[in-house]
């Protein structure tokens, strides 16, 4: 009697909760209800969450591409650097062919990672590439047939065959306000550096030069020997500023004008050592330069360049006694056409430049003066073949016992890339003495080489 009791009294308490918890239940079910429905009783700052059903096509197709990108995460995550196929490779691996040994360990930081960062800014050795200098070697191989002089073992110019030259150059951004630019050359047995200047950007339009380097005078003197339009330098630059151009140790400050085309003017600052024109033998003896440069486009198709340089300084024609003078002044003209869209391989180029020096010589005997022009035509009709021509005058406004001098040349040239070129010129040199001369130069580079001029 006593356990029907017992079990009674359970049955009873069953019964109490579980419409206890049923009254719950529905009461936080119309709860939800009047949530979800957004009725007008609820707060303000309710939102209100759809259904599946009410769920648009888009909203699931967006959930499905998202877990999709995270299993794929996630099988990437799993997987080991180095597998074949799957783009992602660890340097620390040796591919076929290699030996270990040329295989970088990787540091105590942990292995590499992998990515394409390590191959762009490191080097084999794992060291990094971000402050190394760009180098380069340009080649120059020539053979040359004179018609005159065969039998003079001193000449300058020889029938045969020799290295014009090698150039050596480093090149890079020392930071983001400055860059540097070493170049030694090899010639005849000589080795010596060619130019060494660094470029500091002092602000907005301003740019700084130092070192040793090409003046800015005039169109042809900047250029190194692999970049003349033809194997030769032009006769006036050659009789004012001899074989090695106006190659001096100074300063120089750079200053773009806020004009609508672009304009620069240069002031350079120089030793004054060029024998031909300066050489002054005291230590105070410089050289002042001034030039103005001016690009103008005539179509998209068509650039002007009109630009004109100066420069003055003391000579030493008297032994400094006098403190005699030289100065020089050029003007140069370039029209290039270059098709932008159309005709992509043609290219013409017009280039005038004329050359005069006055130099006092302090004594009885009269100045000495020079000058000349030269003119030439370079014209691109297929992707590798140009063909050239330029006349030279020297002896505008001369001195007594200064020849008068002309020159006509011809150039055909192979030019394959921007790495290399096979040329082939002929020269004939009015002179005292009527000079044929044949001239086959191969021309090459390699590494990575700054691009050249415009």
Avoid at 82 to 100: C, E, Q, R
Avoid at 268 to 277: P, Q, S
Avoid at 296 to 315: A, H, I, M, P, Q
Avoid at 408 to 414: I, N
Wanted: glycine share 8%; charged share 20%; net charge negative.
């Amino acid at each position: 009697m006593f356990v029907i009791r017992i079990s009674a009294l359970c049955w009873l308490f069953l019964m109490a909760a579980h419409w206890v918890y049923a009254e719950d239940d529905s009461k936080q079910t119309s709860s939800s209800e009047k949530r979800t429905t957004g009725s007008s009783m609820d707060s303000p700052f309710t939102t209100t969450t759809p259904t599946v059903q009410e769920e648009s096509s888009e909203y699931i197709e967006l959930k499905e591409r998202v877990k999709r990108m995270e299993r794929r995460i996630k099988k990437l995550e799993g997987q080991p650097l180095g597998t074949p196929g799957k783009g992602i490779t660890d340097p620390t691996v040796a591919p076929t062919g290699v030996p270990p040994s040329r295989i970088p360990t990787p540091g105590s930081g942990g292995r590499a990672t992998g990515s394409s960062a390590d191959s762009a800014f490191s080097t084999a050795t794992g060291l990094s590439r971000t402050f190394n200098p760009a180098i380069s070697v340009n080649g120059l191989f020539q053979g040359t047939y004179r018609s005159r002089d065969n039998d003079d073992p001193n000449a300058e110019v020889k029938t045969g065959l020799k290295v014009q030259e090698i150039e050596l150059q480093f090149s890079a951004n020392v930071d983001k306000w400055l860059s540097a630019n070493i170049r030694f050359t090899f010639e005849d047995d000589e080795f010596e550096i060619e130019e060494a200047f660094a470029d500091v950007l002092l602000m907005n339009r301003l740019a700084l030069r130092a070192g040793q380097f090409y003046t800015h005078f005039g169109k042809h003197n900047l250029l190194h020997q692999h970049q003349f339009p033809f194997i030769d330098a032009p006769l006036v630059n050659q009789e004012i500023f001899g074989e090695e151009g106006l190659l001096e140790v100074g300063t120089g400050l750079n200053y773009l004008v806020p004009v609508p085309w672009y304009s620069e003017l240069i002031f350079e600052f120089l030793e004054g050592e060029n024998n031909n024109l300066f050489d002054a033998p005291l230590n105070d003896d410089f050289a002042y330069l001034f030039h103005t440069k001016n690009l103008w486009d005539l179509d998209e198709d068509t650039t002007l360049e009109l630009g004109g340089s100066y420069v003055t300084g003391r000579n030493g024609a008297t032994g400094g006694a006098a403190h005699s003078q030289s100065q020089a002044a050029g003007a140069n003209l370039t029209v290039k056409w270059k098709p932008a869209q159309r005709l992509r391989y043609q290219t013409l180029v017009w280039q005038t430049e004329y050359l005069g020096a006055w130099q006092e010589t302090g004594s009885a005997t009269p100045d000495d003066n020079k000058g000349g022009i030269y003119s030439f035509l370079q014209y691109q009709f297929r992707e590798r073949w140009w063909v050239q021509g330029r006349y030279d005058y020297f002896g505008l406004h001369r001195s007594a016992g200064i020849n008068e001098k002309h020159r006509y040349s011809a150039l055909v040239g192979y030019v394959p890339s921007e790495f290399s070129a096979l040329r082939l010129q002929y020269s004939f040199l009015d002179d005292l003495r009527d000079e044929h001369q044949l001239i086959l130069q191969l021309n090459f580079s390699l590494g990575s080489h700054p691009a050249h001029l415009y």
